[in-house]
């Protein structure tokens, strides 16, 4: 499998110990993609005080890069924090906990968008991962498909 990482990911995940090659390379909407699927599946990432500036000062710039993903056949945005800790307030800034929490729903809601709190970095690199290996093996059994019924 080969992982695009936009060139703009500040903190990239490295997949390092997974079966995947890792380049940099101009993504139009998410951090990670796979290499000549990057208009059909992406992966926003985000840490906790990222996604609060997001649904904060950032939030008409965020909205835009999620139309863009929702227009993917697959795509989700990936937080390095459990859910608790925005529901709770785990964070510096005045956006008030229940507000950002609404936000994130209305925003899964509104833009047909899996938004995944992992635990840790590490829990959110994982995931990234997976999401990304699941949807090649479905595009991998689209194409069996075709060419099934193409030779037959």
Do not use: W
């Amino acid at each position: 499998m080969k992982i695009i990482v936009d060139s703009r990911e500040q903190r990239p995940f490295d997949f390092e110990g997974y079966d995947a090659q890792v380049v940099k390379g101009a993504l139009t909407a998410g951090d990670y993609s796979l290499a000549g699927l990057e208009s059909l599946v992406a992966v926003e990432r985000k840490e906790l005080c990222d996604l609060v500036a997001c649904l904060g000062r950032e939030r008409d710039r965020f909205e835009r890069e999620l139309e863009r993903l929702r227009g993917y056949e697959a795509a989700a945005v990936v937080i390095e924090s459990p859910m608790a800790a925005l529901e709770l307030g785990e964070f510096r800034s005045a956006l008030n906990p229940k507000a950002a929490y609404e936000s994130v729903v209305a925003f899964m809601c509104r833009y047909r968008l899996t938004f995944y709190f992992a635990q840790d970095r590490r829990g959110a690199e994982r995931f990234t991962f997976s999401f990304l290996r699941h949807y090649q093996r479905t595009i991998e059994r689209r194409y069996q498909a075709v060419t099934k019924k193409a030779a037959a």
